[in-house]
């Protein structure tokens, strides 16, 4: 994977001459027949370069379809591990039948992306399923679902309500995406799809940022197409990703602090819950203009949300990226803020942005 300061996700439009293209076809098939099993096959030997673990189709129950994206089909299920009382939740992620060489080869390109990244706060690929048509691949995926529905479970409103979780409890878990995101910071890429429903929870509080939702239908009414393009997640995007194209880890901060918001208010609504999509971006409008700077409307202060966290939200909402934290310095003043965290960090030399910001960020 290629590291650059402003990385974008685009896929390559080739996958490159990893593999010859010369097959021994049957002269009883005809020729369309031929090619068709000369790519499959080219396909099948495709995944195997990954080398990644072959996962039999035999060991995954899919419990319920999640939804279908540019590549393919999501669905939640389960793999059986050593038996069959030894099971764990996953995601599958199914290619699509009729699916183009070029999106073929795209989806094993991002399988091979997601297969580089390795840290405790970012789901891992588990395996694929390439012995037979379609071929998958498997993502972890946590016992409590994703983040946007467990916290509207935990909404005192909601008539599904458990029970509440402290500021302690969300900036725990917040944390654990900021560290997530510290380590895209440190490898210089970019998610561009950061929020509540992109990321998982499982037992113990213990968060992942995860890559699957914009495939799944439940949150097709968070993505617009601008210009009739391509769906983009307009409501947690930064002014420059929109109006200049402009993909950064800054970014993903701008989009961490609508994370962040959806998280103190329960993901009761979406951000900006009261605009269309067209006055979202129209907002958002305002920040490329000088002249009408001062009229952008940042997101409503969340009940009960101390004053020195809702000025980072508002810190990585800033128009000009350098002056948004880096995902370092959010993790340092998250932790600091968390009780339980322990005392070395406190220890260490405070990070410039925490000191430019003392007046608010001093725990």
Not at 258 to 263: A, C, I, P, V, Y
Not at 314 to 323: I, L
Request: hydrophobic share 35%.
């Amino acid at each position: 994977m290629d590291s650059c300061n402003e990385y974008e996700y685009v896929l390559p439009t080739e996958f490159g001459k990893l593999l010859p293209r010369q097959f021994s076809p049957s002269r009883s098939m005809p020729p369309e027949s031929c090619q068709t099993l000369g790519r499959n096959r080219a396909i099948h030997l495709r995944f195997r370069e990954l080398g990644l673990p072959e996962i039999s189709r035999h060991r995954l129950n899919i419990l319920r379809n999640l939804g279908e994206g540019t590549f393919g089909t999501v669905f939640v299920g389960e793999l059986e591990k050593c038996g069959p009382a030894d099971r764990r939740l996953v995601v599958v992620k199914r290619m699509l039948r009729n699916a183009s060489e070029k999106d073929k080869l795209d989806f094993i390109e991002e399988i091979r992306l997601l297969s580089a990244l390795k840290d405790p706060n970012v789901t891992q690929v588990l395996g694929v399923s390439s012995e037979e048509d379609p071929c998958s691949v498997i993502l972890e995926f946590l016992e409590l679902g994703d983040l946007c529905q467990f916290l509207r479970q935990k909404d005192t409103t909601h008539p599904t309500y458990t029970e509440k979780l402290s500021l302690g409890d969300l900036l725990f878990m917040a944390g654990q995406i900021a560290s997530g995101m510290k380590y895209f910071e440190s490898r210089n890429i970019v998610h561009r799809d950061l929020a509540a429903r992109n990321c998982v929870v499982g037992r113990g509080l213990i968060v992942k940022i995860s890559h699957f939702a914009s495939d799944m239908d439940v949150y097709a009414s968070d993505y617009y197409r601008l210009d009739g393009k391509t769906p983009f997640p307009v409501r947690w995007m930064a002014w420059e990703s929109i109006f200049l194209g402009k993909f950064s880890t800054k970014s993903d901060v701008w989009a961490f602090g609508t994370l962040f918001w959806e998280m103190l208010c329960y993901c009761r609504h979406s951000p900006y819950h009261a605009l269309t999509n067209q006055d979202v971006v129209a907002n958002l409008q305002r920040l490329s203009i000088d002249e009408e700077i001062d009229f952008f409307e940042y997101l409503e202060k969340p009940p009960n949300c101390p004053r020195d966290i809702y000025q980072l939200l508002c810190d990585t909402w800033c128009r000009n990226d350098e002056e948004r934290p880096t995902f370092w310095e959010i993790h340092c003043f998250l932790s600091r803020k968390n009780p339980s965290f322990c005392t070395e960090l406190l220890n260490r030399t405070m990070p410039a942005y925490m000191e430019t910001h003392a007046p608010q960020y001093i725990v």
